[in-house]
Structure formats: structure tokens, C-alpha cells
């Protein structure tokens, strides 16, 4: 009969290939995920730039284009610029002073 269901074959030598398979398969992939170690700085910068590309995806859609949208992202990076610039400067100056201070002593 075509439709008949066969009974599986069972024997000793089959049950350990399988086991054999198994074995390989787990095998694999334990190497495989060696080879692809991923670095967490790396992952978490790919992570940064995605997140970065969204925002101007988002901004290129609501201005209607991606110049509109980059000139915003122009004018908050250089806001931010401007604000930073004095902040990084006293920090360098008051570092270069505890520093002069601790050699001088």
C-alpha cells in the first residue's frame, strides 16, 4: 500500500549515530560561538551609531528632508559645543593646577 505507515526502524547502531549527530551538532555550535565572540565596546559603538543614524532618520521624516533634518542636528551639536568648550577648558586648567601643585611638594 502507498499510504501505509512503516514502523520506524530501530536498532542499537542507529540510536548511536543519532547520539553521533547530536554530539557533532552541539559540537558546532560551541564552536561557531567561539568564533564569533563579540567585543562589548565594539557592540556597544555599532549600538551608539545605530541609535545616532535613527534620530536622523526620525528628524529627516518629520522636517520632510534630510537637509532640514541635518541642519537641526548641525545647530544641537554646535549649542552643545558651545557649552561643553568652557566646561572641558576649566577642568583642563584645574587638573594642569593639581597637578603643578602635587610636584611642586
Given at each position: 500500500m502507498l499510504w501505509k505507515r512503516r514502523t520506524p526502524i530501530s536498532s542499537p547502531s542507529l540510536a548511536t549515530d543519532e547520539r553521533e549527530v547530536q554530539d557533532a551538532y552541539a559540537r558546532g555550535r560551541r564552536d561557531e560561538r567561539k568564533a564569533r565572540k563579540r567585543h562589548p565596546i565594539m557592540m556597544t559603538l555599532t549600538f551608539a551609531v545605530a541609535?545616532?543614524?535613527?534620530?536622523?532618520?526620525?528628524?529627516?521624516?518629520?522636517?520632510?528632508?534630510?537637509a532640514r533634518g541635518g541642519g537641526i542636528v548641525d545647530h544641537g551639536l554646535a549649542v552643545a559645543t558651545?557649552?561643553?568648550q568652557p566646561v572641558v577648558m576649566d577642568a583642563g586648567r584645574d587638573l594642569g593646577t593639581k597637578?603643578?601643585?602635587?610636584?611642586?611638594s
Open positions: 541609535l545616532v543614524g535613527a534620530v536622523v532618520l526620525i528628524l529627516a521624516a518629520k522636517e520632510g528632508s534630510f558651545e557649552r561643553a597637578t603643578f601643585r602635587q610636584t611642586e
